[in-house]
């Protein structure tokens, strides 16, 4: 995922967003490596001081660690914890209004579980 420009987030942020990704997808498996933040960046075509800002925050928030002289790593445990957080933002921030959306357009749950995926 390379983090363009025409977002309206602080590209920082989006690029929090592909490390969480990345992680949750098992790309970054816990207790692997990181790529390094020089690395990130010209995989993003980004800054490597907004990428540093980036791995800061999610340092900061527990899910990565910093092994002086080795690198980044995936904290052990992190995919479950972004996982439970990601569940629990949809279900109270996305879920209701998606849920409403449904019910202004008649659409029944039953619908949308026998759709194939495109």
Not at 2 to 30: F, M, N
Request: charge should be neutral; charged fraction near 30%.
């Amino acid at each position: 995922m390379t983090v363009g420009k025409q977002h309206e987030k602080p590209v920082y942020v989006r690029l929090r967003e592909a490390i969480v990704d990345g992680i949750l997808t098992g790309r970054y498996q816990d207790g692997a490596p990181l790529p390094s933040v020089r690395a990130f960046a010209a995989e993003e075509s980004a800054n490597p001081l907004t990428v540093a800002k980036a791995y800061q925050g999610l340092q900061t928030e527990g899910l990565i660690v910093v092994r002086r002289g080795v690198g980044l790593f995936v904290v052990e445990g992190a995919r479950a914890r972004l996982r439970n957080s990601e569940r629990q933002q949809f279900l109270t921030e996305e879920w209701p209004a998606i849920r409403e959306r449904m019910e202004r357009l008649g659409i029944e749950p039953d619908e949308l579980l026998q759709r194939q995926p495109a």
